[in-house]
C-alpha cells in the first residue's frame, strides 16, 4: 500500500546507457514530479507533470525525458548516461493544490561508472 | 520565488525542545510556509504547513509572526530519531501546478543522547 513507489532503488550502469526509473502513486493525485538530489544534497526539481501534461521544466539536459501514460505514472529515461548523473533521483506527487504537501518516494540511488 | 535560510546545522540532546527558524523575507500574500524531514537514505516526508500565527500536529508546532517573514518548526522533546534534514519551504502552492517546489540546503539536526 505504498503512496509513491519507485523502481529500481538502486541503478549502476556504465556510461553512455540508457536506463528508465518508474515511478507510480496510488493517492489519486493530480501532479507529479522528479527531483534530483547531488551529493551535497540539494534537492532541485527536474520536472512537474499535471494530468498528464508537463508544467515544469527546469534546466535540465535533453538526455532525460519524461514519460507520463497516465496521472498515476512518472517514468524517467535518461539516455547516454554520464558520470554527473550519479545522484539519487525521488519521485513526488501532489493535489494540484498542494496545500497537503508532496507525497515523495523512497528514491532511486543511481551510480553511474 | 520567495527565497529560505536556514541555520545549515543544529545540535541538540534527547528531552529537549528544539526550534528552527526560516527566514522569508519576500514572502508573498497568496504563499503558504511548509516543512519537511528527511532521513538519510529516505525522501522528504511533510511535516507541518501554514500560513499564519500557529499550527500544530501530533508532531511539531509552526510559528508564524504577524509580518510572516519568518517561520519557526518547534519539536518539542526530540528523541534521536528526530536525527534529519528539516527544509522550509514557501510558496503559492495552491496556484496549480504552476508552483514549483524549491528545497534549500535545509537544516541538519543532530540530536545527541
Known amino acids: 500500500d505504498t503512496a509513491v513507489s519507485q523502481t529500481p532503488k538502486y541503478l549502476v550502469t556504465q556510461m553512455g546507457n540508457d536506463k528508465s526509473i518508474k515511478c507510480e502513486q496510488n493517492?489519486?493525485?493530480?501532479?507529479m514530479y522528479w527531483y534530483k538530489q547531488d551529493s551535497k544534497k540539494f534537492l532541485k526539481i527536474m520536472f512537474s507533470?499535471?494530468?498528464?501534461?508537463?508544467?515544469i521544466n527546469e534546466t535540465v539536459p535533453n538526455r532525460f525525458s519524461p514519460k507520463s501514460p497516465d496521472k498515476a505514472h512518472l517514468n524517467l529515461h535518461i539516455n547516454s548516461l554520464e558520470l554527473g548523473d550519479s545522484a539519487v533521483y525521488f519521485c513526488?506527487?501532489?493535489?494540484?493544490?498542494?496545500?497537503?504537501?508532496?507525497?515523495f518516494g523512497s528514491g532511486t540511488r543511481l551510480t553511474v561508472v | 520565488l520567495a527565497k529560505t535560510t536556514q541555520p545549515i546545522s543544529m545540535d541538540s540532546y534527547e528531552g529537549q525542545e528544539v526550534n528552527i527558524t526560516c527566514s522569508h523575507n519576500n514572502i508573498a500574500t497568496n504563499d503558504y510556509i511548509t516543512w519537511y524531514q528527511q532521513f538519510p537514505s529516505q525522501g522528504p516526508r511533510f511535516i507541518i504547513q501554514?500560513?499564519?500565527t500557529k499550527v500544530t500536529n501530533e508532531v511539531a508546532s509552526l510559528f508564524i509572526p504577524a509580518d510572516r517573514k519568518s517561520s519557526t518548526l518547534s519539536l518539542p522533546r526530540v528523541s534521536l530519531s528526530d536525527t534529519a534534514v528539516y527544509y522550509c519551504?514557501?510558496?503559492?502552492?495552491?496556484?496549480?501546478?504552476?508552483?514549483?517546489?524549491?528545497f534549500g540546503r535545509g537544516t541538519s539536526l543532530i540530536v545527541h543522547p
Open positions: 507533470y499535471n494530468n498528464k501534461e508537463l508544467i
Open positions: 513526488a506527487s501532489s493535489q494540484a493544490d498542494a496545500v497537503n504537501g508532496y507525497t
Open positions: 493517492l489519486g493525485h493530480d501532479t
Open positions: 519551504l514557501v510558496g503559492d502552492m495552491a496556484s496549480g501546478g504552476s508552483y514549483i517546489p524549491t
Open positions: 501554514g500560513y499564519k
